[in-house]
């Protein structure tokens, strides 16, 4: 059974800083890029950031660039996003996504179930 279990989500201050973590089982990782998007409320779903099985290539949106950072521990089956000098329009649900032999984590072949992130005073 795949499963992508997110944690780290929560509040967190203007100018904060958050850790996201993506568990995942029930499929080959090393061979699955594995990527976030975000929806936030009354917003498109945005592909946010995401990383390739072959060589760990990254992609960030330029909403995001500088500020979060994404990368695998294939040993662990986890990805993570570092999430810098965060702003309130970061706030929004995050997904982690994995798709097959991806180099840019569109249209996924799995989802996760989503963790909330809060960025408020």
């Known amino acids: 059974q795949v499963q992508l279990v997110e944690s780290g989500g929560g509040l967190v201050q203007p100018g904060g800083s958050l850790r996201l973590s993506c568990a995942a089982s029930?499929?080959?990782?090393?061979?699955?890029?594995i990527g976030w998007f975000r929806q936030a409320p009354g917003k498109e779903r945005e592909r946010v950031s995401c990383?390739?099985?072959?060589?760990?290539?990254?992609y960030h949106a330029d909403s995001v660039k500088g500020r979060f950072t994404i990368s695998r521990d294939n040993a662990k089956n986890t990805v993570y996003l570092q999430m810098n000098s965060l702003k309130p329009e970061d706030t929004a649900v995050y997904y982690c996504?994995?798709?097959?032999?991806?180099?840019?984590?569109?249209?996924?072949?799995?989802w996760g179930q989503g963790t909330q992130v809060t960025v408020s005073s």
């Open positions: 996504v994995s798709r097959l032999y991806s180099s840019s984590c569109s249209n996924p072949d799995y």
């Open positions: 029930g499929f080959s990782f090393g061979y699955y890029a």
């Open positions: 990383i390739t099985s072959s060589d760990g290539s990254t």
